[in-house]
C-alpha cells in the first residue's frame, strides 16, 4: 500500500465547493480509464481524483492511499468514496474473501466499510484482457483484419497453465511477504509449459519462500476454483481472468500474441466504451456513489 495520504486545507475547500460525489481511486492509470474513458461524460454530480495527486512524493497512490483519503474526506463533510483492486485483499492477507469465487458474496462484502467499492477482478488491467477489445487492438496494430473475438479468446485460453501458474507464484510470495516476480517475468525470453513452472519454484526459493513447490501447488488449487473449463471458451476466461494477476498476465499475452497489449491500455479501455462493455459491477458502483452523495 502506498503512504499515508491526507486532503491538504485547499484541496478540502475546492471538493466541498464543488459538491457531489468525489470518487477515489488508485493511480493516474486508473483515472485516465475510469474518470477519461469510461465515466467521462457522467455529469456535474460526480468527480473523479487519482490518489497520486496528493502528497507527492511519499510513496504514489495504491489501495491504502484510497482508503485514508476517502476516510479524511468523509471526516470533512466531503462525500467521498473510493475504488480499489481485489489485490488489496491479497496484501492484507484476507484469505476468506480473497479466495471467495461466488460473485454475489464478493460483491456484497464491505472489508473496508460501506464507501469503499473492491474490484471483483484482481486490478484494472484484467477488465481490459476482452477479447473483443484486443482482436480490435491486434487487427489495428497490424493493419490486418484476421484477428476475431474467438481466436482471440482461444489464444487467451492457450496461455491459461501458464497465467495460472504465474498467478500461483505472485500468491505464494505475498502469502510470505516476500516481493512477487517481476511484472514481465517468464516474458523475455518466453516461458512456457513445465519450464516456465520450474522457474517459479525456483525463482520463489531463492527469494525465501519455503517449499515453493507445494505453496504454488496449493495456491494453483484455489485459482483452479475460478476456471469454468467445461464452459464455452469466452464464459471460460470470463470467470478465469477475475483470478489473474493482471498486469503480469496483459504483459504475458502480449509476448505470446506478439501484439503489444499492455502499451495499448488506453486504445482497449476506449474499446470497451465504444462497443458498449464497461464492466458491470463498476458501472454499478458509479451509480451507488452518485446516488448516495
Known amino acids: 500500500m502506498g503512504a499515508f495520504k491526507k ?14 460525489a468525489v470518487v477515489f481511486l488508485e493511480s493516474n492509470d486508473d483515472f485516465e480509464i475510469i474518470a477519461q474513458r469510461w465515466f467521462f461524460n457522467e455529469g456535474e454530480d ?17 489501495c491504502g492511499a ?13 462525500s467521498a468514496f473510493g475504488i480499489v483492486d481485489r489485490d ?4 492484507d492477507q484476507d484469505w476468506p474473501l480473497w479466495w471467495e469465487h461466488q460473485d454475489d458474496l464478493f460483491l456484497t462484502a464491505r472489508p473496508y466499510g460501506i464507501h469503499i467499492r473492491v474490484l471483483l477482478r484482481w486490478e484494472l488491467e484484467n477488465y481490459l484482457l476482452d477479447p473483443g477489445a484486443m482482436s480490435t487492438v491486434a487487427n489495428d496494430a497490424g493493419m490486418t483484419s484476421k484477428h476475431s473475438i474467438e ?3 482461444a489464444l487467451c485460453l492457450e496461455c491459461a497453465e501458464e497465467l495460472k501458474d504465474r ?17 514481465a517475468y517468464g516474458c523475455n525470453p518466453l516461458l512456457c509449459g513445465t519450464d516456465f513452472t520450474a522457474e517459479l519454484e525456483s525463482l520463489l526459493t531463492k527469494k525465501g519462500v ?4 507445494e505453496s504454488m501447488r496449493s495456491a494453483r488449487t484455489r485459482i483452479d476454483r475460478f476456471d469454468a473449463d467445461m464452459a464455452p471458451q469466452t464464459q471460460r476466461w470470463e470467470r478465469l481472468v477475475r483470478m489473474l494477476d493482471g498486469k503480469a498476465a496483459l504483459k504475458y499475452v ?17 474499446r470497451l466504451f465504444e462497443t458498449g462493455q464497461i464492466p458491470v459491477e463498476i458501472a454499478q458502483y458509479i451509480s451507488e456513489f452518485k446516488a448516495a452523495a
Open 46 to 62: 460526480i468527480v473523479f481524483q487519482s490518489a497520486d495527486t496528493y502528497e507527492k512524493g511519499t510513496g504514489g497512490g495504491g
Open 66 to 78: 484510497v482508503i485514508d483519503l476517502v476516510k479524511g474526506a468523509r471526516s470533512d463533510g466531503i
Open 254 to 270: 502480449s509476448h505470446r500474441a506478439h501484439t503489444r497489449f499492455d502499451e495499448n491500455r488506453a486504445a482497449l479501455a476506449r
Open 151 to 153: 481466436s482471440t479468446v
Open 210 to 213: 519455503v517449499d515453493a513447490a
Open 7 to 20: 486532503l491538504k486545507q485547499t484541496d478540502k475547500l475546492v471538493l466541498k465547493q464543488r459538491g457531489g
Open 167 to 183: 498467478t500461483a507464484a505472485t500468491v505464494a510470495a505475498k502469502a510470505e511477504n516476500i516481493s512477487p516476480p517481476a511484472e
Open 88 to 91: 488489496v485483499l491479497l496484501n
